[in-house]
């Protein structure tokens, strides 16, 4: 085997050093502004793609991938780019509606 058609390690990007690059690849892209269309996309995201105790562990409850799903993982980006906490995101989650409405910050 030649030099060059050496197996060689996955390279990592220096934005996000602890994931290999493919897995940054298999990433939904995030808008480049958050519009209020785009968050109402990302809680209708994070709800329907909400996580479901499986007997192989926790799974997508939409298309029982592992949790977080891509989907889901984009939704929460989304929505903490909007100016969302942790726990708001979670409240959403929990409510169960995919058409609940962003709540919106303060002053925002």
Do not use: K
Not at 19 to 38: A, H, K, N
Not at 56 to 77: E, K, Q
Not at 94 to 104: L, N, S
């Amino acid at each position: 085997m030649s030099s060059s058609t050496a197996h060689r390690a996955p390279t990592l990007t220096p934005t996000r050093a602890a994931e290999p690059v493919g897995d940054v690849l298999r990433e939904i892209p995030l808008p480049p502004y958050v519009t209020g269309e785009d968050a109402q996309f990302a809680v209708r995201a994070v709800v329907v793609h909400a996580p479901r105790s499986w007997s192989g562990g926790t799974v997508c409850r939409n298309d029982a991938s592992p949790h977080p799903c891509r989907l889901h993982r984009w939704g929460v980006r989304v929505l903490a780019l909007r100016g969302l906490r942790d726990a708001e995101i979670a409240a959403l989650i929990e409510r169960g509606d995919p058409t609940a409405p962003v709540p919106t910050r303060p002053g925002a």
